[in-house]
């Protein structure tokens, strides 16, 4: 009787254990989730030009500092040519070993070292896009990496705004249509997460020798173009 007893109490025990369980799975309800999307056009409000030093000598000290005097030649220029101090940084800095490669033989022979410094210039003039290049490239400026059209960091986070309401938009519209579909209703959101937000400036030039984009862009007029900012959202909603 008593092995009886234990029994019943244990199968009770698991009765009410897997109730328990089966009423708090059902408090968590079914939910929806949904990704909403968005794009939002803009034109561009900023070129930056990116203008590289380069310079190669027998070591490495010799390299730096004859880079460090024409990056000097060239900021004065820009400086010259109205460009303010705080729309000049510098991109990248390197300096590495340059060799000549014998293939057939397999061996290297050390040229030198080289220093690369890429010098980013921002402006919102585009009418002094061929001014920066004509400045950097006669103060001893070797290449144009890229000249881009881009967003300015206010502009970029007014679209960045607007991109991903718009996005939450387009989930909430897609819940309540599918919603609407099961004849169910939608209840209040879970969870959010914004899964991407994208802005790619576009590139006008690049990499390209300073010469040749001097020349190129000699009797062109710059205007914006339109770049496009991206947003994803992902929403969980309750569905009753």
Do not use: C, H, W
Request: net charge negative.
């Amino acid at each position: 009787m008593k092995n009886t007893n234990t029994i019943l109490v244990v199968i009770i025990v698991l009765l009410a254990a897997g109730f328990l369980f089966y009423t708090n799975s059902n408090k968590e309800g079914t939910t929806l989730n949904v990704v909403g999307e968005a794009k939002v056009e803009s034109l561009a409000d900023q070129v930056s030009i990116y203008v590289g030093i380069e310079t190669l000598q027998k070591t490495a000290e010799e390299s730096k500092n004859e880079n460090s005097e024409i990056s000097d030649d060239v900021l004065t220029a820009l400086l010259k040519a109205d460009i303010l101090k705080t729309d000049i940084e510098t991109s990248s800095y390197n300096i590495y070993p340059e060799y000549d490669y014998d293939y057939q033989n397999g061996k290297q022979t050390l040229k030198g070292y080289k220093t690369v410094n890429i010098l980013k210039v921002k402006t919102k003039d585009f009418d002094k896009v061929g001014e920066i290049v004509d400045a950097s490239i006669d103060s001893g400026a070797t290449t144009i990496q890229s000249i881009n059209y881009e967003l300015s960091q206010d502009r970029q986070n007014e679209l960045k705004t607007e991109a991903i309401s718009k996005a939450s938009e387009d989930a909430k519209q897609k819940a309540q249509a599918t919603a609407e579909g099961l004849n169910a209703k939608l209840g209040k959101v879970k969870s959010v997460s914004i899964q991407d937000y994208n802005y790619y400036p576009f590139p006008l030039y690049a990499a390209e020798s300073g010469v040749a984009v001097k020349e190129a862009i000699a009797d062109t007029v710059i205007q914006p173009s339109s770049l496009e900012v991206t947003a994803t959202v992902n929403v969980v909603f309750e569905l009753n």
